[in-house]
């Protein structure tokens, strides 16, 4: 595995005086003030002013977490966003405490993110509400936390209303912005098409106020990260909704009907600059999904986890001032029998960025490991540990891996709390002290019932990792049981914190 060697010091964000006395006097008060819904301290969630300061706020308390019904209610019965008590002092500790559910069975929640964040500069905001839309009906619901423990339903805007007014359908990534608005990728158009946008909420009311990006040129979205330092956004792909919704095909790889474009935006003029095309020409779709910039405002890269070509890329602007990219950790393959192709990509769904931007960890969830790097040197990280969880390459799923590059024998399922993890990792949620990583199973509707069938049976639960720059190692204490829920067993994907996270908090 790739090597490590340098690093970059965080620098201080400039803030007037007043911003900052601003900042202490909201965050002086007691817990059910709508900032972060925890105990406020200075340097805590959209109050600190560096991501290492950010470092030392207050343990997260609460976990918000996007579930899919089970198999059998999901036509009938809403999905929720399940509130879990993160609090070891807890007699509740690891349990679900409250469900907010969606407004439709159809919504397929997914992803979702902060009404304001760290890059918010307009003093109006205040960081209260999640922004949860769903991947399937495009409903988008927006969630009230100021009582961080019973999250209440403010208002949805009907995704019927988006897709005929914008053309845009399949919502993913959420972002503020620092104007105080909010902004959301699409992948797809009304017609369920390959069609990448960004819809604008105004940041008071939430309704839909236009596409941020100006300029015609088709390509396919999901995720996307600012930083206006370097006047850039980054934007990546995975497909056209109408071929991933129904699950994964050989076909629609081959057909480059999954993504393999990086897109680099002018961020002042809301265009798309240049697009940079993932693995070799001719060779089938590769999917780069989840990128991260490095949290440091002055830093010019970040990472991209490519997940059908298994690799981590790093993106960076050079001494000239072009944008390009480079693959600095490379997961081989496996060489299978008794499964659908007889090669098994990782498939890299999910990568995190600790705050000091000192470590990478990624997910893989068809071979079923979580990875942590040590990223000091940006070009060359340094591989520290892995856990495998339950993928496919479990000793116990029938399928044989004939050969492997880096394993001697396949891994045994992992289990926790007497609960065998019946699927690969997917989402990952670093907490803001880079000590615990949470980790969720989940990955989309159709892919689970594809790849992961008994987890889809079964439901899937939540599970921690303690991190140090050692390795990450299971926390035998800490399991969210979601098989027996009120409505059968549940499936958990992204999570958030009231207080910020490492994925929604854009420091510029």
């Given amino acids: 595995m790739p090597g490590s060697v340098a690093g970059k010091e ?25 900032c972060c819904g925890e105990t406020a301290v200075a340097g805590q969630c959209h109050s600190a002013q560096t991501p290492v300061e950010a470092m030392k706020s207050p343990r997260e308390k609460y976990l918000y977490v996007l579930c899919l019904q089970s198999e059998e209610n999901e036509q009938d019965k809403c999905g929720y966003l399940a509130t879990i008590d993160a609090d070891p002092s807890s007699s509740n500790y690891g349990k679900v405490i409250h469900r907010l559910y969606s407004s439709d069975p159809k919504d397929e929640l997914h992803h979702f993110g902060w009404n304001s964040c760290v890059s918010c500069k307009n003093p109006a905001m205040q960081h209260r509400y999640l922004v949860v839309p769903g991947i399937n009906s495009g409903n988008i619901h927006i969630v009230d936390v100021q009582n961080p423990a019973q999250p209440t339903l403010f208002k949805v805007i009907s995704g019927a209303e988006v897709a005929e007014k914008f053309d845009a359908t399949h919502p993913h990534t959420v972002h503020c912005l620092p104007s105080g608005e909010v902004m959301i990728s699409y992948m797809g158009d009304k017609y369920g098409e390959g069609k990448g946008s960004f819809l604008l909420l105004d940041g008071k009311t939430f309704e839909p106020t ?122 081989p393959p496996k060489q299978v029998e008794n499964w659908t192709m007889p090669s098994m990509p990782a498939n890299i769904s999910d990568i995190i960025i600790s705050l000091d931007d000192q470590f990478l960890y990624f997910a893989d969830w ?129 999570v958030r914190y009231p207080g910020g996270d490492c994925t929604s908090d854009i420091w510029v």
Wanted: aromatic letters at 10%.
């Fill in 10 to 34: 965080s620098s201080p964000v400039e803030k007037k005086v007043e911003q900052v006395k601003k900042a202490e006097e909201d965050t002086k008060t007691t817990s059910d003030k709508p």
């Fill in 210 to 331: 236009g596409l941020w990006n100006r300029n015609d040129r088709p390509v396919m979205g999901y995720d996307f990260w600012y930083q206006p330092r370097h006047n850039i956004m980054v934007s990546s792909e995975f497909g056209v909704p109408n071929c991933f919704m129904k699950g994964f095909s050989p076909e629609d790889v081959k057909n480059n009907k999954l993504g393999n474009y990086l897109h680099f935006w002018n961020w002042a003029d809301h265009t798309l600059i240049k697009s940079i095309h993932i693995g070799e020409e001719g060779a089938g779709s590769t999917t780069p999904l989840e990128l991260r910039f490095l949290h440091n405002p002055e830093a010019c890269e970040g990472f991209v986890g490519v997940a059908l070509e298994s690799t981590i890329r790093r993106f960076f602007k050079t001494p000239d001032g072009e944008w390009t990219t480079e693959v600095v950790i490379q997961v």
């Fill in 366 to 494: 068809l071979h079923g490991d979580v990875r942590q790097y040590n990223i000091s040197d940006t070009k060359n990280p340094k591989f520290v540990s892995s856990v495998f969880l339950g993928g496919l390459i479990s000793s116990d799923t029938g399928i044989k891996v004939v050969e492997d590059k880096e394993l001697d024998k396949q891994p045994e399922r992992l289990v926790v709390k007497g609960h065998p993890i019946l699927a690969g990792p997917n989402m990952l949620q670093l907490s803001r002290d880079g000590k615990r990583l949470y980790v969720t199973m989940s990955i989309l509707n159709s892919y689970d019932k594809q790849f992961y069938p008994e987890m889809v049976k079964n439901g899937s639960g939540i599970i921690m990792f303690n991190c140090s720059p050692d390795g990450m190692k299971v926390d035998e204490d800490f399991y969210v049981d979601l098989h027996n829920e009120p409505d059968g067993p549940a499936r958990a994907h992204e």
